[in-house]
């Protein structure tokens, strides 16, 4: 056999495969390398550790074994092999086997000079694949597609077929134990379920020992734990943690993770690599749950199919990715995989604490492994250290308090440390773990913001209260937690007197938040009291008002006008009068027409008599009101007055022929040869909805009787209404009269309602001569 060496690889053909998915606290131990191995496809990988060598066959189309140093580096290759598949070691180490399946035969290869020692012919057609050393018997699968079969090769080179006397319907997968042990397991596809026998393995014979179709529709890998007990499955279409007793197949309770991934490996201590996944791989323990380590490959590659192996002291874990067609396999090694990384967390029970508060501080732990039965507390020793001005340089708390593990809030228990937060400058911690067993050491430092926050004010005041009266308002202080009694509350008053407010004094605050104010005022009106609590040396300040409607008398107050009715265009005297007050003799006088906003018609203070009097002009129905402010001790009041515009009515009766006198009245004298009698009647000022009446009387048996009427019908555009009555339906010479009425709108009215003068006519009979 001849050795030949390859150039290292370029480091874009280098940086492919897989990240290590770590949380925070992890070193860079955990990181797995990226090594793109200088051959084109991928079959098998053997870690020989004591020679310090790493063993990669590539399958059909290759020439050799790959070999390279146990960081991937420094490629040779075993050439003269072509096609090799399946590899093993001996039990001493000394030898390498390899499964030429094109050849039919196994090499065996000198782990020292990496030379072909001996050379197994294991008869035409038997295309040997998978190897496993189990017993001191190197045993391999054998067969093709339809036929297959179990055979062995001796310490002295004899090669034995058949060793299974079962039939398989294509060459089986070959398991055993990280170690030396007499525990064999053999296992191939059959359509949607997997066949697997176990075997003892002694003196270069097999013993069946269980036999059993497992839910496994997409075999590619399988292994034997290193007590030999168990089997770990690996299906992707099926994934599950189930464990399968070696001695009958049965389950047998479950490994801490599902086993799904291509490949699956045994540590000699026990610990397994596969995955629940398809897209990276991790190792975990056999039992309990969780996991040490997770590593995700980077796009396009995935776990080939027995591309896991395991350093025999657990301390690297190898592993093999490929592309979806099985090319550009890259070597991935993942350093102490059977360390779980431990995240920090911490935080005060007291957000924010303030200063001079007393807080605690908690810390906690994350890791992808959980604790195991019986495990209160993360395993290791946990030191707290506390900074701030006082001890810049740390000071150690000694025996923080610990609480037990509580899933799943606190899954991992924690630690607690009570304190009183510095009144000055920063505060924090910093978290040393030891680390224990699979629980990797972590250090963190915690920053506990230290900060002023306002706490909340509520104040009970009466709604109302006497003018110098005595009155309390009462407050408190409420803080979200345990606080520093610091600080006093400021009182600030305002009321008419002060309309920039004075101060009322300071009083102090109570250890449960309380304060309370004594007050006799003696300005009426709203008194407003502003607290404000100044925070002391650990809040910041806070204030909140409270108002109080301090009672005042009532004055006298009045308005008048000099009559209650005008017409269009007088002038109205208008008189306000107030009585006693204290401080103040200001009355505002307003006018407020119909229909119109209202306007101030004059302001001032009243003469010596109280009185204050304006004038004005009056075009419709006005309202007058006149206020008053109010004073220190005196309330505000507004009086009203009303008046009435009465408008002016005109009358006409149209073509009497003359008057004559009956009595002391005129009568408008008509003859009935006229045919009709006219009335008209005009209203000024008059307004639109406005309407008019009319009534007829007539003098009979010593009285007035009314004889007909026209009711509210609307006046003409030029403000007149004509009414007309025939001549023939009065009787003939007796004695009538006639008036009419204006009625304002019934909404909006701007003027009083108004009659005219009765008019007084008679009829004569005929002609006049």
Same mark, same amino acid.
């Given at each position: 056999?001849?050795?030949?060496?390859?150039?290292?690889?370029?480091?874009?053909?280098?940086?492919?495969?897989?990240?290590?998915?770590?949380?925070?606290?992890?070193?860079?131990?955990?990181?797995?390398?990226?090594?793109?191995?200088?051959?084109?496809?991928?079959?098998?990988?053997?870690?020989? /550790?004591?020679?310090?060598?790493? #063993?990669?066959? %590539?399958? +059909? @189309?290759?020439? &050799?074994?790959?070999?390279? !140093?146990?960081? *991937?580096?420094?490629?040779?290759?075993?050439?003269?092999?072509?096609?090799?598949?399946?590899?093993?070691?001996?039990?001493?180490?000394?030898?390498?086997?390899?499964?030429?399946?094109?050849?039919?035969?196994?090499?065996?290869?000198?782990?020292?000079?990496?030379?072909?020692?001996?050379?197994?012919?294991?008869?035409?057609?038997?295309?040997?694949?998978?190897?496993?050393? /189990?017993?001191?018997?190197?045993? #391999?699968?054998? %067969?093709? +597609? @339809?036929?297959? &079969?179990?055979?062995?090769? !001796?310490?002295? *080179?004899?090669?034995?077929?058949?060793?299974?006397?079962?039939?398989?319907?294509?060459?089986?997968?070959?398991?055993?134990?990280?170690?030396?042990?007499?525990?064999?397991?053999?296992?191939?596809?059959?359509?949607?379920?997997?066949?697997?026998?176990?075997?003892?393995?002694?003196?270069?014979?097999?013993?069946?020992?269980?036999?059993?179709?497992?839910?496994?529709?997409?075999?590619?890998?399988?292994?034997?734990?290193?007590? %030999?007990?168990?089997?770990?499955?690996?299906?992707?279409?099926?994934?599950?943690?189930?464990?399968?007793?070696?001695?009958?197949?049965?389950?047998?309770?479950?490994?801490?993770?599902?086993?799904?991934?291509?490949?699956?490996?045994?540590?000699?201590?026990?610990?397994?690599?596969?995955?629940?996944?398809?897209?990276?791989?991790?190792?975990?323990?056999?039992?309990?749950?969780?996991?040490?380590?997770?590593?995700?490959?980077?796009?396009?590659?995935?776990?080939?199919?027995?591309?896991?192996?395991?350093?025999?002291?657990?301390?690297?874990?190898?592993?093999?990715?490929?592309?979806?067609?099985?090319?550009?396999?890259?070597?991935?090694?993942?350093?102490?995989?059977?360390?779980?990384?431990?995240?920090?967390?911490?935080?005060?029970?007291?957000?924010?604490?303030?200063?001079?508060?007393?807080?605690?501080?908690?810390?906690?732990?994350?890791?992808?492994?959980?604790?195991?039965?019986?495990?209160?507390?993360?395993?290791?020793?946990?030191?707290?250290?506390?900074?701030?001005?006082?001890?810049?340089?740390?000071?150690?708390?000694?025996?923080?308090?610990?609480?037990?593990?509580?899933?799943?809030?606190?899954?991992?228990?924690?630690?607690?440390?009570?304190?009183?937060?510095?009144?000055?400058?920063?505060?924090?911690?910093?978290?040393?773990?030891?680390?224990?067993?699979?629980?990797?050491?972590?250090?963190?430092?915690?920053?506990?913001?230290?900060?002023?926050?306002?706490?909340?004010?509520?104040?009970?005041?009466?709604?109302?209260?006497?003018?110098?009266?005595?009155?309390?308002?009462?407050?408190?202080?409420?803080?979200?937690?345990?606080?520093?009694?610091?600080?006093?509350?400021?009182?600030?008053?305002?009321?008419?007197?002060?309309?920039?407010?004075?101060?009322?004094?300071?009083?102090?605050?109570?250890?449960?938040?309380?304060?309370?104010?004594?007050?006799?005022?003696?300005?009426?009106?709203?008194?407003?009291?502003?607290?404000?609590?100044?925070?002391?040396?650990?809040?910041?300040?806070?204030?909140?008002?409270?108002?109080?409607?301090?009672?005042?008398?009532?004055?006298?107050?009045?308005?008048?006008?000099?009559?209650?009715?005008?017409?269009?265009?007088?002038?109205?005297?208008?008189?306000?009068?107030?009585?006693?007050?204290?401080?103040?003799?200001?009355?505002?006088?307003?006018?407020?027409?119909?229909?119109?906003?209202?306007?101030?018609?004059?302001?001032?203070?009243?003469?010596?008599?109280?009185?204050?009097?304006?004038?004005?002009?009056?075009?419709?129905?006005?309202?007058?009101?006149?206020?008053?402010?109010?004073?220190?001790?005196?309330?505000?009041?507004?009086?009203?007055?009303?008046?009435?515009?009465?408008?002016?009515?005109?009358?006409?009766?149209?073509?009497?022929?003359?008057?004559?006198?009956?009595?002391?009245?005129?009568?408008?004298?008509?003859?009935?040869?006229?045919?009709?009698?006219?009335?008209?009647?005009?209203?000024?000022?008059?307004?639109?909805?406005?309407?008019?009446?009319?009534?007829?009387?007539?003098?009979?048996?010593?009285?007035?009787?009314?004889?007909?009427?026209?009711?509210?019908?609307?006046?003409?555009?030029?403000?007149?209404?004509?009414?007309?009555?025939?001549?023939?339906?009065?009787?003939?010479?007796?004695?009538?009269?006639?008036?009419?009425?204006?009625?304002?709108?019934?909404?909006?009215?701007?003027?009083?309602?108004?009659?005219?003068?009765?008019?007084?006519?008679?009829?004569?009979?005929?002609?006049?001569?």
């Amino acid at each position: 056999m001849k050795l030949a060496r390859f150039s290292p690889p370029t480091a874009a053909a280098l940086l492919l495969g897989l990240t290590t998915v770590i949380g925070p606290g992890a070193v860079d131990s955990y990181a797995a390398s990226d090594t793109a191995l200088p051959i084109g496809h991928f079959a098998h990988i053997v870690v020989d /550790a004591p020679h310090g060598h790493l #063993f990669i066959s %590539g399958g +059909a @189309g290759t020439d &050799g074994i790959l070999v390279t !140093d146990l960081d *991937g580096g420094n490629p040779t290759s075993i050439s003269g092999e072509p096609g090799a598949t399946g590899l093993a070691l001996s039990d001493d180490g000394s030898a390498l086997y390899a499964a030429l399946p094109d050849q039919d035969a196994i090499a065996a290869i000198s782990t020292e000079n990496l030379t072909e020692s001996a050379h197994y012919d294991t008869g035409a057609g038997t295309h040997p694949d998978s190897l496993a050393v /189990a017993g001191g018997t190197l045993w #391999f699968g054998y %067969g093709t +597609a @339809g036929a297959g &079969g179990v055979g062995s090769v !001796d310490e002295a *080179g004899t090669v034995t077929l058949q060793q299974d006397p079962g039939s398989w319907p294509a060459p089986p997968i070959l398991a055993t134990t990280p170690t030396p042990s007499g525990v064999l397991a053999a296992a191939v596809q059959t359509g949607d379920t997997s066949a697997f026998v176990t075997y003892q393995a002694e003196g270069g014979a097999l013993t069946r020992r269980a036999a059993k179709a497992l839910p496994v529709p997409d075999l590619s890998d399988f292994a034997v734990t290193a007590d %030999g007990l168990h089997l770990a499955v690996s299906s992707w279409a099926r994934p599950s943690d189930d464990r399968y007793r070696t001695s009958d197949l049965a389950v047998d309770g479950r490994f801490a993770e599902p086993v799904a991934a291509r490949a699956v490996a045994v540590a000699p201590d026990g610990t397994l690599a596969g995955c629940g996944c398809n897209d990276g791989f991790e190792a975990f323990p056999e039992t309990g749950e969780g996991f040490y380590h997770w590593y995700a490959y980077a796009s396009p590659l995935h776990l080939a199919a027995h591309g896991l192996a395991w350093a025999p002291d657990g301390s690297r874990l190898y592993a093999v990715g490929v592309n979806a067609a099985g090319e550009t396999p890259t070597l991935q090694i993942a350093r102490t995989p059977e360390t779980a990384w431990v995240t920090l967390s911490g935080r005060s029970t007291t957000t924010p604490p303030a200063p001079g508060e007393t807080y605690t501080f908690r810390a906690g732990f994350d890791s992808p492994l959980s604790l195991v039965a019986g495990q209160s507390m993360i395993p290791g020793t946990v030191r707290i250290t506390r900074y701030d001005e006082a001890d810049p340089d740390g000071a150690l708390i000694p025996s923080p308090a610990t609480t037990p593990a509580r899933a799943p809030v606190d899954p991992f228990g924690s630690y607690d440390v009570s304190g009183t937060a510095p009144l000055t400058g920063p505060l924090s911690f910093r978290v040393d773990y030891s680390g224990s067993g699979h629980y990797a050491p972590a250090a963190r430092t915690f920053d506990i913001p230290v900060a002023k926050y306002a706490p909340t004010m509520a104040l009970t005041a009466p709604s109302t209260g006497g003018r110098a009266a005595p009155m309390t308002v009462t407050g408190r202080l409420t803080w979200p937690h345990a606080h520093v009694t610091t600080g006093a509350v400021h009182i600030t008053k305002t009321d008419l007197a002060h309309p920039s407010g004075y101060s009322v004094g300071t009083v102090s605050v109570a250890a449960d938040g309380s304060f309370a104010l004594h007050d006799t005022p003696q300005i009426g009106g709203a008194n407003t009291y502003a607290f404000t609590y100044d925070g002391g040396t650990s809040y910041l300040p806070v204030t909140e008002s409270a108002k109080v409607q301090v009672s005042r008398a009532t004055p006298a107050l009045s308005v008048v006008t000099d009559a209650r009715s005008y017409h269009s265009g007088a002038t109205v005297k208008v008189t306000a009068h107030l009585g006693t007050t204290y401080n103040s003799r200001l009355v505002t006088l307003y006018d407020q027409p119909a229909g119109k906003s209202k306007v101030q018609l004059k302001s001032g203070k009243v003469d010596t008599h109280g009185n204050l009097v304006a004038y004005y002009k009056v075009t419709r129905n006005t309202a007058f009101s006149a206020a008053f402010t109010g004073d220190y001790r005196y309330a505000p009041r507004t009086v009203t007055t009303s008046t009435t515009l009465t408008p002016t009515v005109r009358t006409q009766l149209q073509w009497p022929l003359t008057t004559t006198r009956i009595g002391s009245t005129t009568y408008q004298v008509f003859y009935k040869s006229e045919v009709t009698m006219g009335f008209n009647v005009q209203v000024a000022p008059r307004q639109s909805g406005g309407c008019t009446s009319v009534y007829l009387e007539h003098y009979y048996s010593g009285a007035w009787h009314q004889a007909t009427s026209q009711s509210c019908v609307p006046l003409y555009s030029d403000g007149w209404y004509g009414y007309g009555r025939a001549l023939k339906l009065f009787t003939s010479n007796d004695h009538y009269r006639v008036r009419g009425h204006y009625t304002p709108p019934t909404k909006g009215a701007q003027t009083g309602s108004v009659w005219s003068r009765w008019t007084y006519l008679t009829v004569r009979p005929g002609s006049p001569s």
